[in-house]
């Protein structure tokens, strides 16, 4: 069901703290970490802490929590100093999307192309 944590879900053992990740922002409704293979100097993941399979879902069910992730990554970049940076969310595995719990990822320290690849 969506909003409730599943078991086979990578992100949501991140939020119970079953499996380590490098964190760098936890809110009430957030939590924000390093992703483990970083395509930028800074790249960050933003999750919410309940589980919807894309963004997509996510704003439509929730869409107080999809601002929070929103508004995250915004102050996530400003800590991590990225004057310039990226907010990609993937949708569906022909987007790249590999773990189907929403997320974005925030992107910065360099400069990005457009289009993007």
């Known amino acids: 069901m969506a909003g409730e944590p599943q078991a086979d879900c990578l992100f949501c053992k991140i939020v119970a ?3 380590p990740a490098t964190l760098v922002k936890e809110t009430d409704t957030t ?3 390093r ?3 970083p395509q930028a100097p800074s790249h960050v993941l933003i999750i ?4 919807y399979p894309d963004a ?3 704003a439509a069910a929730e ?3 999809a601002a929070d992730v ?3 990554a915004g102050e996530v970049a400003a800590e991590e100093k990225a004057e310039s940076y990226r907010i990609v969310f993937n949708t569906g595995t022909g987007a790249g999307q ?3 719990h929403a997320h974005a990822h925030v992107l910065g320290g360099r400069g990005l192309q457009w289009p993007p690849g």
Not at 48 to 51: E, G, L, R
Request: aromatic share 8%; glycine share 4%; hydrophobic share 50%.
């Open 31 to 33: 939590v924000a970490f």
């Open 17 to 19: 703290g079953e499996v």
């Open 56 to 58: 997509a879902a996510l």
């Open 63 to 65: 869409p107080t929590i």
């Open 70 to 72: 929103l508004r995250e």
């Open 98 to 100: 590999t773990v189907f």
């Open 35 to 37: 992703d483990i293979n």
């Open 48 to 51: 919410p802490k309940a589980h």
